[in-house]
C-alpha cells in the first residue's frame, strides 16, 4: 500500500528526514517509536503533503506517487492523519466541517453526497459508539474541546472518512486511562484486512492496546531498527539510549 | 487640486430666509474646510477628499422630484417596513403592529441639533440635508417585528450628494429591531451622507442591522449620534459591504446607569472597496458595560479601517468596556489599518482592547485539507466561521439565518 | 524599600544646585547665538553650515501642536542655548583638572567619576549643562578601537564618521525640536563600535542640568558597526527650580550588518513641585536605524521624572531580519504628563519588533502612550507584537492608549493589546495581611507590573529604577 523510498525531508535549512525507508501492506498496523527531536511528526505532515518542506525520495502509495499530490488530494485518496495537536477553529460548526469533509471524500471518489438528514443519522451512531456527546457536533470546531475531547473529535473523523491508510500522530499524548481506552477501541473496531495503519509514539502505552504487526525505532531521521510488539516493551524498558 | 464638488443652497426649494441663512453659513464652514483628509486626527488613514477627487469630476446637490420605486421585499421573515428614495420617505408599513403606538414623519428641520463641530461632513450636512424621517416608539410598547427601512436610490443620481437626517426615538421600555437595507446596483458614482440622532429612553433597547444586498458605486458617510438613559440597551450588528466608500461613525453616550452597548461588525471586501468604522464610546455614568468587536477579511486591494476610542468619565466607576478587531489580509495590495484609542479617568474599571492583523492561519488550512477538503473550499469556511462570530450573540431565528445567508453571499462573491 | 528609607528621598534628592562660574552664550536664538556655539567649540567651518542650515529651516518650521500635554508658550529669545562651567571650558585632560565642585556633584548624585573607585566597570560621559566635563575608561576602549567621547570632540578628531551619520536618521529638518537641536547642540556622546567588536563594559552618558534659565541641547550618536555590540546607558537629573527649562535632545543610533544597539534610559529629571510648579519640559527625539541585514536595536526606558515627558524612541527596520524592541516604564504623579510611545517602522523583510509598555498614572497625572507600528508593503514575513498596559492611581488622573497599527501586506502579523486596571485590592489586602504596610505593599505590586521592563535593564541600574518606581509614587495612596 505504501512504500517509501529514501526519504529525505528539510524545513527552514534544518535537514530532518535523511533517508527513511519503509514499506506498509493492507491490513497491517505499523508503530513508529523514537525520542523527541527524531523526525516523528515531520514523516506525518510530509505524509499528508504539508507544504513548507523540500523533499527527496519516492513515496509511493497504491502503485501511485504521491510527491505531486496536494494535501486534499491525498486525504480524498484515502491517507487520513490524526493530529498530535488537533486546531482549534472559531466560528466552523463540528457538523458543517464533518459533512464537508465527507462530501468532499466522497465526491472525489465518484459517490453519491450525503443530504444533512443522511449525514446527521450516520454522525449521531458513529459519536455514539466513541461515546461522544452530540452536543459537540453542534459546537465550534475544536474550540473549548479538553484534550482528550480533540482526539476523540480525531478517531470520529478517521471512522467517518473510512480512510485506507491511517496516521496516528502521537494520539495518547494528554489523555487519561478512560480517553485512551476509547481512542484505541475506536481504531480497533476500524481495523480490517484492507486498512493499515501507521501509528506514531513516543511510548509503549498506546501499543498495550492496539497491537503492531511491526515496530520501528526512528532515530535522526532514519529508521534504525525493526522489530516485532515486543521491540515496544523493549525500549520501555531499556529506553531509546541504547539503540541509537 | 482642481475643485470636485460645487454646491448650491439655491437648488433646494422652500427654505425660509432664515433657514437659508443657517445653510449657507454651514456651507461656508464647509467649503473652508472641504471633505477631511488625513490631517484630520478622525481620518487618520483615509484621505477622503483625494479618494473623491479621483472618482468624481463635479459633484452637485440636487432637489429630488419624488417618484415610486417598486420596492422588492424581503421573503424570508415577516417585518414592517420605511421605504426612503434618496433619502426622502415614501412609503411604510406597520401592519404587524398596534396603532398609535408609532409614529412616523417627515424629519423636521426646525429641530436644531448641534453635532460634531469638527466635523466637515456633519457641516455638509447641515447645510445641503432635506428628506429623512423622524420615527418615534411609544412607552411601553415592544415591536412585534423588525423594521426593514428600504434605502433605495435612483439611476439619475451620477455625481450626485443626497444629504439627510433621521431621528428615532424609543421611549420608556420600548423596543425595536431595525434593519438598514441597501439593495442597489447602481453602476454611477454617488454620495450619500446621513446623519442619525438616537434617543434610547430607560428601560429600552434598540438593534441597529446594517447589510447591503449587493454591489454598488456609492460613497456612503453615516453618523449615529445615540444617547443612552438608564437600564437601556443599543446593539448594532454592521454588515454593511458592497459599497465603494463606506464610513460608519458611531458615537455612543452612556448619560445614565447601568446601560450597554454593543458594536458587531464583519465585512467582506474585495478590489479597490474602501471600509471603515468609527466608534466613540462615551463612559460619562458609572455602571455601563461596552463592547465592539470588528472584523474584516480583505482581498484584492480593498482596505479596511478600524478607529475605535473608549472615553471613561472619572465618575464612571465599574465602567466595563472591551474592545477587538482583526483582520484577514489575503492578498499583498490589501491593506487593515487600526487605531484602537483608551482614554480612562476613572480607576475602578476594567477596560482593554485587542488588535491583531494577518494572514489566514496556515496550520488551519492544512488541517481541513488533511479531511479533504480543497483549499479554495478551505479558505472559504475559514473566512465564513471568521466572519460568522460576529453573529454569535443574536438570538436564533428566521433574521439570523437571513443575515448569515447574506454573509456567505458576500463570501461566494454577489 | 524600607519606610525610613522612603522618608529620606520623600523629596527630589537630586534637586540641589552647584555654585560654579559659568561661561554663557547671550540669550536668544539667532545667528549670532549659532556661531557663538560653534567658536567656542573650535568646530570646522562645515558644522557651522550644518546649523545655519537647520536654523534656516527652523524659521519656516512650526511648533507642534497636536501632542496632548499642552505647556505654556516658551520663549526662545529668553534662553541660554550655552552654558558651562568656566572650568570647562576646555576640556580638562585628566580628573585632577576637573573643579572639584563638579566632581563633587557627580559624587552626590552616585556617579563618582575617579575610575579607581569604580567597580562595576561601567565607562561614564558626564555631560554638565552644555558641556563635556569627563569621559571615563578612555584608554581601556580605545584599545579595542572603540571610540567613545564627547560629539564635540568627535566632530573634531573623526570628522568622516560624524559627516556620514550625524543626521541621517533624524534628518535636518525633521520637526521643530529636532532641528532646533540641529541648529543649537551643545554637547553629547559620540560612541563608534568597530566591526566584530564586542564592547566590554557598559557605555554611559550622565545629564545634568544645573546652571538656570537654560535649555539643554545634547545630541547623541551611537554608529555599530557590522558584527558589534553595545549597551549603552543614560541618566539625567535636574535641580528644583520654580521656572520650567528645556531640555531637547537628540539621539541617532546605527546598526550595520549584525549589530546590535541596546539602550537604556532612566529619567529623573526634576518633575516640579507637588503644586506642579517648575520642572522640565523633556522633549526628545530618539532614533534608531537598524540598516544592515540581521540588526537590532533595543530601546528601554524608564521615565519618572520631568514636568512634561514627550519622546517616541523609534526603530526603522531597513535590513532584512531586523530587529526592533521597545520596553517603557512611564510613571506620572501629582501634576506630571507623559506623553510617549514608539514608531516601528517595518521596511525590511522578516523584520520584528516588540513594543512593552507600562503606564502608571498618580494625583493629577495624564499619562499616554501614543505608537505606531507601520508594516510596509515590501515588508514580507514581518511581526509585530504590542502590549500597553495602564495603571491608575485613583479618578483625578488619566490614562490614554493611541496605537496607530498599519498592516499592508498579507503575510505579516501585528497583535496590540491593552488594558487598564487599578491597583488589585485582594493583592494589596493579601500584602497587607503579611505584614507590609501600604506603600510598600503598592511599591510590590507596582514593581511586579512593570517586572517585564524592569528585567531588560542592566543590573546596576534595574536595581536604581526599582526605587525610583516606590519614590515617584509616593503619597499617592491613602
Known sequence: ?244 | MKQFYDFKIEKIKNLSSKDKNLRKKNLEVFNKNGFPNKKDEDWKFTDLNKILSQNFKNIVNKDFSLKNKKLELIKEFEHNYISLLNGKLISSNFSYEEKNKISLENYNYNNKIIFDKKNSLNFLNDALATGGFSLEISKNYKLNKPLVIYNHFSNSLKETIVNYKNLIILNENSKLNLINYVNESIQENFMVNTIENIKIKKNSSLSNIFINNSKCNGYFYKYIQSNLEKNSNFENYLFSSGLKFNKIDIVVNFNEEHSKSSIFSALNLNNNEHQEIKTRINHNSPHCQSFQKIKDVLSDESKGVYQGKIFVKNNAQKTDAYQLSRALILDGNAEFDAKPELEIYADDVKCSHGSTSGSIDLNSIHYLKTRGIPEKEAYKMLINGFLIETLEKLAEGKLKNFLIKKLERQINGY | MKTEDLKNTKEYKYGFTTEVENIRSPKGLNEDTIKFISNIKKEPKWMLEWRLKAFNRLKVLKEPDWQKPKYPKINYQDLYYYSAPKSASNKPKSLEEIDPKILETYKKLGIPLNEQKRLNGIAVDAVFDSVSVATTFKDELTKKGIIFCSISEAIQKHPELVKKYLGSVIPLSDHYFATLNSAVFTDGSFVYIPPNTKCPMELSTYFRINASETGQFERTLIIADKGSYVSYLEGCTAPMRDENQLHAANVELVALDDAEIKYSTVQNWYPGDEKGVGGIYNFVTKRGACRGKNSKISWTQVETGSAITWKYPSCILQGDNSVGEFYSIAITNNFQKADTGTKMIHLGKNTKSRIISKGISAGNADNMYRGLVDINKKALNSRNYTQCDSLLMGNKCGAHTIPYIKNNNATSTIEHEATTTKINEDQLYYCNQRGLDQEEAVSLIVNGFCKEVLQQLPMEFAVEAQKLVAISLEGSVG
Open chain 1, 1 to 244: 500500500m505504501l512504500h517509501i523510498k529514501n526519504l529525505e525531508a528539510t524545513i527552514d535549512k534544518k535537514h530532518i528526514l535523511k533517508g527513511l525507508n519503509l514499506s506498509i501492506k493492507p491490513g497491517e498496523v505499523h508503530a513508529i517509536m523514537g525520542p523527541n527531536g527524531s523526525g516523528k511528526s515531520t514523516l506525518a505532515n510530509v505524509l499528508s503533503g504539508k507544504t513548507g518542506y523540500e523533499t527527496k525520495g519516492q513515496i509511493q502509495y497504491n502503485g501511485e506517487s504521491l510527491n505531486d499530490l496536494s494535501t486534499e488530494e491525498r486525504a480524498q485518496k484515502g491517507i487520513f492523519l490524526a493530529f498530535q495537536y488537533p486546531l482549534e477553529i472559531p466560528g466552523v460548526n463540528t457538523n458543517i466541517f464533518l459533512r464537508t469533509s465527507l462530501n468532499s471524500v466522497l465526491k472525489a471518489k465518484g459517490e453519491k453526497e450525503l443530504d444533512t438528514l443522511t449525514f446527521l443519522k450516520l454522525i449521531k451512531e458513529k459519536a455514539a459508539e466513541l461515546g461522544i456527546d452530540e452536543k459537540f457536533l453542534s459546537r465550534q470546531l475544536n474550540v473549548g474541546f479538553s484534550g482528550g475531547e480533540k482526539k476523540k473529535n480525531e478517531i470520529l473523523q478517521m471512522k467517518l472518512l473510512q480512510p485506507k491508510l491511517s496516521i496516528l500522530d502521537e494520539t495518547d499524548s494528554g489523555l487519561d486511562i478512560d480517553a485512551l481506552r476509547i481512542v484505541a477501541d475506536g481504531v480497533n473496531s476500524y481495523k480490517n484486512t484492507e486498512n493499515a495503519f501507521l501509528i506514531i509514539t513516543h511510548y509503549q502505552r498506546l501499543l498495550d492496546y492496539i497491537k503492531p504487526d511491526y515496530v520501528h525505532v526512528l532515530s535522526n531521521g532514519k529508521i534504525v531498527k525493526t522489530g516485532s510488539a515486543d521491540l515496544g516493551m523493549q525500549l520501555e524498558k531499556t529506553g531509546y539510549k541504547n539503540l541509537i
